[in-house]
T-cell receptor, first 112, second 115 residues
Framework: KQEVTQIPAALSVPEGENLVLNCSFT??????LQWFRQDPGKGLTSLLL?????REQTSGRLNASLDKSSGRSTLYIAASQPGDSATYLC???????????FGTGTRLTIIP | DVKVTQSSRYLVKRTGEKVFLECVQD?????MFWYRQDPGLGLRLIYF?????MKEKGDIPEGYSVSREKKERFSLILESASTNQTSMYLC????WGQGTYNEQFFGPGTRLTVL
């Protein structure tokens, strides 16, 4: 059974710093990996999707990498801003399987 | 842009009531999903549907049922609400086809409190 872990559960950094969020998964036979952002009391916003054949995806100040063989993904946020404060979730799906397995998230706080 | 809407942002119900949560998507997606989200447990899949009138159990289907009579609408039903069903409920949809890679899009969530 696939398990997804995100460590740390919470992270605080000063504004302007670059930072990395981590995601690990136990079964490397994944179809894709998605990173989401969730603001308090709200739904999930899709940030980036990495297909299993890809190594990374970029959107603005965000860069997500995938290393299937080691079961790891990272989300890099450049020049952090207070508006980046949110919970970040990663999720993976398997081949021929529409279901996503989620990590429990990292709660990020950017200190002005 | 994909839009997934949920009928209520906040809902308060009493134990034993029958509760309906509605989800609508406007992008002609085949797949629709219901999750619940609880502190420390993350998101867990309750049910999903890959076509009209089709449904499959997720990880925690007990105490829930679903209905999908139209492609754009997926309903979650709590037959007899209990206090342990107090949670945030999230609906999602995705298009399954070449080049789409099953990217899931989420609604704003319904915070359900059962008293």
């Amino acid at each position: 059974k696939q398990e997804v872990t995100q460590i740390p559960a919470a992270l605080s950094v000063p504004e302007g710093e670059n930072l990395v969020l981590n995601c690990s998964f136990t079964d490397s036979a994944i179809y894709n990996l998605q990173w989401f952002r969730q603001d308090p009391g709200k739904g999930l916003t899709s940030l980036l999707l990495i297909q299993s054949s890809q190594r990374e995806q970029t959107s603005g100040r965000l860069n997500a990498s995938l290393d299937k063989s080691s079961g790891r993904s990272t989300l890099y946020i450049a020049a952090s801003q207070p508006g980046d404060s949110a919970t970040y979730l990663c999720a993976v799906s398997g081949f021929g399987n529409e279901k996503l397995t989620f990590g429990t998230g990292t709660r990020l706080t950017i200190i002005p | 842009d994909v839009k997934v809407t949920q009928s209520s942002r906040y809902l308060v119900k009493r134990t034993g009531e029958k509760v309906f949560l509605e989800c609508v998507q406007d992008m002609d997606h085949e797949n629709m999903f219901w999750y619940r989200q609880d502190p420390g447990l993350g998101l867990r899949l309750i049910y999903f549907s890959y076509d009209v009138k089709m449904k499959e159990k997720g990880d925690i289907p007990e105490g829930y049922s679903v209905s999908r009579e139209k492609k754009e609408r997926f309903s979650l039903i709590l037959e007899s609400a209990s206090t342990n069903q107090t949670s945030m409920y999230l609906c999602a949809s995705s298009f399954w086809g070449q080049g789409t890679y099953n990217e899931q899009f989420f609604g704003p969530g319904t915070r359900l409190t059962v008293l």
